[in-house]
């Protein structure tokens, strides 16, 4: 059974709509980069970097999720990450993806935003021919910094509109709120980018209401903790906001203790619009389809329920209308043709 569950997986169409390019920075990939940038990193194997992706909470992660991109100098830094992404979802049957970066990352360590988002882009479009898989950016301000930090950011950004489609709000949750940054993501409004934020992953459901009525935005990274207010259920299955869960991040963050009771069926059974998506795979030990099958198979979810879930996950990207229509086709014509 799970033989055939993996081969259903890995064949069904699907989009990704949650996923830092900083978290898909490999052990090997790492090694290589440092020693070709002559970067000093503290682990002596791939294996201890391995040994060191246990984490207890987000903190634990983001510190090292930070460390390793400290080997990230060049241009071509940037465009062998995400190349590397790319290559792994393609083999995955991802076809079309909206990803996140974290220009502060790097422009705080005095790397230029154009080094970043050139790299970046440049393997987007080239993926984007080779692989068929369409694409949208999305720059995301790191939230335990300054709201100021986030203007200069967005003023970095502005040569850059037509390049990136959306601004989201990432990093460290507790103690730093969406209502935070409000002005600046009215700015980013003005300047006519897409707006998203994480909350409510280890944030209170009330950060999720803030995203929502202060910050305005089109969706919502994780949004877990929207089951702690069923006013807020109730808000976000009536604008059919979507959720970009993650599962196996989730699990190695403790947000969640197992996937045993991951209680994605009951949010659907509530008319959430859920999404299932891999947030920084290298770190939580899973691209896509690993997320899939690690809910699929201790949840006794059906294909027509995986289905469903990758056809979600075209509704809540940012594809064209007439766009989805297509992508969700071809879904529904991979469940009617599956054996």
């Given at each position: 059974?799970t033989?055939?569950?993996?081969?259903?997986?890995a064949?069904?169409?699907?989009?990704?709509?949650h996923l830092?390019?900083?978290?898909t920075?490999?052990?090997?990939l790492?090694?290589?980069i440092?020693?070709?940038?002559?970067?000093?990193?503290r682990?002596?194997?791939?294996?201890e970097v391995k040994?060191?992706?246990?984490?207890n909470?987000?903190?634990?992660?983001?510190?090292?999720?930070?460390?390793?991109a400290?080997?990230?100098?060049?241009?071509r830094?940037?465009y062998d990450?995400?190349?590397?992404?790319?290559q792994?979802?393609h083999?995955?049957?991802v076809?079309?993806v909206?990803i996140?970066?974290?220009?502060?990352t790097h422009?705080d360590?005095?790397?230029?935003f154009d080094?970043?988002?050139?790299?970046?882009y440049?393997?987007?479009?080239?993926g984007?021919?080779?692989?068929?898989?369409s694409?949208k950016?999305?720059?995301?301000f790191l939230?335990?910094?300054?709201?100021?930090?986030a203007?200069k950011?967005?003023?970095?950004?502005?040569?850059f509109?037509?390049?990136?489609?959306?601004v989201?709000?990432?990093?460290?949750e507790?103690?730093?709120?969406?209502?935070?940054?409000?002005r600046?993501?009215a700015?980013?409004r003005?300047?006519?980018?897409?707006?998203m934020?994480?909350?409510?992953?280890?944030?209170p459901?009330?950060?999720i209401?803030?995203?929502?009525?202060?910050l305005n935005v089109?969706?919502?990274d994780?949004?877990?903790?929207?089951?702690?207010?069923?006013?807020?259920?109730?808000?976000?299955a009536?604008?059919?906001?979507a959720?970009?869960?993650?599962?196996l991040?989730?699990?190695?963050?403790k947000?969640?203790q197992?996937?045993?009771n991951?209680?994605?069926?009951?949010m659907?059974d509530k008319?959430?619009?859920?999404?299932?998506?891999?947030?920084?795979?290298?770190?939580?030990?899973?691209?896509?389809?690993?997320n899939?099958?690690?809910?699929?198979q201790?949840?006794?979810l059906?294909?027509?329920?995986?289905a469903?879930?990758?056809?979600?996950?075209?509704?809540?990207?940012?594809?064209?209308?007439e766009?989805?229509?297509?992508?969700?086709?071809?879904?529904?014509?991979?469940?009617?043709?599956?054996?």
């Amino acid at each position: 059974m799970t033989a055939t569950l993996e081969k259903f997986i890995a064949g069904l169409p699907k989009a990704e709509l949650h996923l830092h390019i900083e978290g898909t920075f490999e052990p090997e990939l790492m090694f290589e980069i440092a020693q070709r940038n002559k970067r000093q990193i503290r682990f002596n194997s791939v294996e201890e970097v391995k040994q060191a992706y246990r984490f207890n909470n987000l903190q634990e992660f983001l510190d090292i999720y930070y460390e390793g991109a400290n080997v990230l100098i060049e241009e071509r830094d940037f465009y062998d990450l995400t190349r590397a992404y790319l290559q792994r979802v393609h083999a995955q049957n991802v076809q079309h993806v909206e990803i996140f970066f974290d220009p502060q990352t790097h422009t705080d360590r005095g790397i230029s935003f154009d080094t970043v988002i050139k790299g970046i882009y440049r393997a987007l479009e080239e993926g984007e021919k080779q692989f068929g898989i369409s694409f949208k950016l999305i720059m995301c301000f790191l939230r335990h910094l300054p709201e100021e930090a986030a203007f200069k950011t967005l003023e970095e950004a502005l040569p850059f509109k037509d390049w990136i489609y959306g601004v989201g709000l990432d990093s460290s949750e507790l103690g730093h709120p969406p209502s935070k940054f409000e002005r600046v993501f009215a700015k980013a409004r003005e300047a006519g980018f897409t707006l998203m934020a994480h909350a409510g992953e280890e944030g209170p459901s009330a950060y999720i209401w803030e995203a929502l009525t202060q910050l305005n935005v089109a969706r919502i990274d994780h949004g877990n903790r929207c089951l702690d207010d069923e006013r807020l259920v109730q808000e976000l299955a009536a604008r059919q906001m979507a959720l970009t869960l993650c599962p196996l991040s989730n699990r190695a963050l403790k947000v969640v203790q197992t996937l045993d009771n991951y209680p994605i069926q009951k949010m659907m059974d509530k008319g959430l619009l859920i999404t299932i998506n891999s947030d920084d795979p290298a770190y939580f030990g899973g691209y896509i389809n690993e997320n899939y099958l690690g809910i699929a198979q201790p949840l006794h979810l059906s294909k027509e329920t995986l289905a469903e879930l990758a056809k979600n996950s075209f509704r809540a990207s940012f594809l064209p209308e007439e766009e989805k229509e297509k992508r969700i086709a071809r879904v529904e014509a991979y469940l009617a043709n599956w054996d």
